[in-house]
Structures are given as structure tokens and as C-alpha cells.
């Protein structure tokens, strides 16, 4: 996984650990207050931007970084030829869903729409399904063979 190489990347201390309540502020807190409204439209293409500042070739790879970055543990459903379903679980989006509040995983789905046009070489495009019953999120992501990039 490419997370140390590049010099404009940040170096990534693996000995810290961040709270849940750190995150919790920051994520549902913080940002919404500053982006507003257009929280999960700007979510999304920051989603696509770590994307390119983090590029990964394989499956493997963005189930890693989905760990190492505290956003859950990554599973591939499913997989045609224009669609991925994935599923997202954590303690955290468990927590997150349970509240009253609205929450966005745009975040998520644009780092996934971003790593898989890069690996299939073709525009793509991500969808959030929260499921609240079960305390996880899917996503799917979409593509069409003639958007070649």
C-alpha cells in the first residue's frame, strides 16, 4: 500500500490511536459546522482527493486502509461487470446510526468511487445505503466499460 511514499503524503504514526469521542467531534461536530449544508457533497469529492493522494491497486489495499484510517472493516458483496456492493461495520458506525441525528458516509463512498476508476480505468461513481436495523453501511459503486478514462 502506497501510504508513506510520496513527499506531499503525511506520515502516518501507527502507534497512535484516536478516541471515539475525538473522532465523533471532529466528524459529526466540526465538520458539518463549517461545511453546512453541502457537508456530503464536499465529503464525497474529499473522499475522491485522499483517493488520489493515496492510490491502491487492489482489494487487499483499500480493506487496509479502511482499517488504518478508522472507517471500519471493508467487505466486497458482490461484483458484476459495471457494479461493486460493499459492506462497512464498525464500532463506531454503530454508535453513529443509533443517534437521532443524520449522518453521511460520503466520505467513504467518494474514496471508493475514486480507487476503483483508478483501477478499472473508467469513470465510477458511489452510492451510500445506510442500514440502520443492522448497524452497517453499504455501498455500491457503478460504472459504465465505454466512460474509459
Known amino acids: 500500500?502506497?501510504?508513506?511514499?510520496?513527499a506531499e503524503q503525511p506520515?502516518?504514526?501507527e502507534s497512535r490511536t484516536a478516541t471515539i469521542f475525538g473522532y465523533?467531534?471532529?466528524r459529526e461536530v466540526l465538520?458539518?459546522?463549517i461545511l453546512g449544508k453541502d457537508t456530503p457533497e464536499i465529503l464525497y469529492w474529499a473522499g475522491k482527493r485522499l483517493a488520489r493522494i493515496y492510490p491502491l491497486n487492489t482489494l487487499e489495499e483499500m480493506i487496509e486502509f479502511f482499517n488504518r484510517a478508522a472507517w471500519g472493516d471493508l467487505t466486497l458483496k458482490s461484483e458484476n461487470k459495471?457494479?461493486?456492493e460493499f459492506e462497512l461495520t464498525s464500532p463506531l458506525i454503530i454508535?453513529?446510526?443509533?443517534?437521532?441525528?443524520?449522518?453521511?458516509?460520503?466520505?467513504?463512498?467518494g474514496f471508493l468511487s475514486q480507487q476503483i476508476q483508478n483501477q478499472?480505468?473508467?469513470?465510477?461513481?458511489?452510492?451510500?445505503h445506510p442500514i440502520?436495523?443492522?448497524?452497517?453501511?453499504q455501498f455500491t459503486v457503478k460504472w459504465d466499460n465505454k466512460d474509459q478514462i
Open 1 to 6: 500500500m502506497n501510504i508513506n511514499t510520496p
Open 11 to 13: 506520515q502516518i504514526e
Open 24 to 26: 465523533e467531534l471532529l
Open 31 to 33: 465538520l458539518p459546522e
Open 82 to 84: 459495471n457494479e461493486m
Open 95 to 109: 454508535s453513529r446510526v443509533k443517534s437521532k441525528a443524520e449522518h453521511f458516509f460520503q466520505l467513504e463512498a
Open 120 to 128: 478499472k480505468e473508467v469513470i465510477a461513481e458511489a452510492f451510500e
Open 132 to 137: 440502520k436495523r443492522s448497524h452497517k453501511i
